[in-house]
């Protein structure tokens, strides 16, 4: 296989996207992340983004048929030939959907990636995530910004996510082990599942995260 075909799998917080990002700069790659993509619909107002705001809002999962055509549409336009998707799959349903296209296509996954964080630990980054509205990541205490509350990167002003907040969390923490957790042995079944511990500081996770996709199959 000559593309890689990438998912990030984990829980909220976990760190799929200060990873993701790190690895769409390193590997060149479109990175396809499916909450963001749904947040700038709901920005928008677009037809998809209303329909999607109460279930984001609420911590519930955007209905399958709704973010699968979403996603299909995105890999056929930006990711031809490789893509880093973040956030997608998310159900078995997904899964098979995302397998199914890109059969018809006879194209294959490269990897599933799990960043592995307990739950204990997704609470606090979360609630203490804050990102600038181009998507700059920071931490009140893991990754604070040179100036409180100011995107170190174009100086815009931080804010926390509206589904951010404790009770919310909860809820989206309930619904990853119901609907998405089931996945690590989907992938696992099928020999694409790569683990890294998210537990530890970020350059740690990113370098185990590069050492477990340098295998040779996969040719980076
Ligand atoms: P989405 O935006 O995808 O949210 P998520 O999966 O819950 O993931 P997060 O963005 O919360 O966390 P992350 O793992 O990216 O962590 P991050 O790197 O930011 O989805 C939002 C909603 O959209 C869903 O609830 C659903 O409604 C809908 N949706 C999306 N996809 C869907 C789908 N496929 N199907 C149906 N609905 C869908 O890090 C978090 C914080 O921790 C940051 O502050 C960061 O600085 C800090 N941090 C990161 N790494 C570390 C570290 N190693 N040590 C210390 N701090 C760290």
Redesign the pocket.
């Known amino acids: 296989m000559n593309e890689l075909n990438l998912i990030l799998l984990?829980?909220?917080?976990?760190?799929?996207?200060?990873?993701?990002a790190r690895l769409r700069d390193d590997l060149g790659l479109p990175y396809l992340?499916?909450?963001?993509l749904?947040?700038e619909h709901r920005a928008r107002e677009t037809p998809l983004g209303v329909q999607?705001a109460g279930?984001?809002a609420a911590?519930?999962?955007?209905?399958?048929e709704l973010?699968i055509a979403l996603?299909l549409g995105e890999i056929s336009e930006r990711g031809k030939r490789g893509f880093l998707l973040?956030?997608?799959?998310?159900?078995p349903g997904?899964a098979d959907a995302l397998g199914a296209a890109l059969l018809s296509e006879s194209r294959e996954l490269s990897a599933a990636v799990l960043?592995d964080v307990p739950d204990d630990a997704l609470l606090e980054?979360?609630t203490?995530?804050?990102?600038c509205p181009d998507g700059h990541?920071?931490?009140v205490v893991?990754?604070r910004p040179a100036r409180a509350g100011v995107c170190d990167v174009d100086g815009k002003v931080l804010v926390q996510?509206d589904?951010?907040h404790a009770e919310i969390v909860r809820e989206?923490l309930r619904?990853?082990h119901d609907c998405t957790a089931p996945l690590v042995d989907y992938y696992r079944a099928r020999g694409l599942l790569l683990r890294v511990d998210?537990?530890?500081?970020?350059d740690?996770?990113y370098a185990s995260l590069r050492e477990a996709l340098a295998v040779p199959e996969l040719a980076l």
């Not at 992340?33 to 963001?36: E, F, L, N, P, Q």
């Not at 911590?59 to 399958?64: A, C, E, H, N, S």
């Not at 973040?86 to 159900?91: A, E, K, M």
């Not at 998210?198 to 970020?202: F, M, N, V, W």
Request: hydrophobic share 30%; aromatic share 8%; charged share 25%.
């Open positions: 984990g829980p909220p917080g976990a760190g799929k996207g200060t990873q993701g992340a499916t909450g963001d749904l947040r999607a279930y984001m911590g519930r999962l955007v209905p399958d973010v996603l973040d956030g997608f799959p998310r159900t997904q960043v980054r979360t203490g995530r804050r990102q990541l920071y931490h893991f990754d996510r589904d951010d989206r619904v990853y998210g537990l530890r500081p970020a740690a996770v």
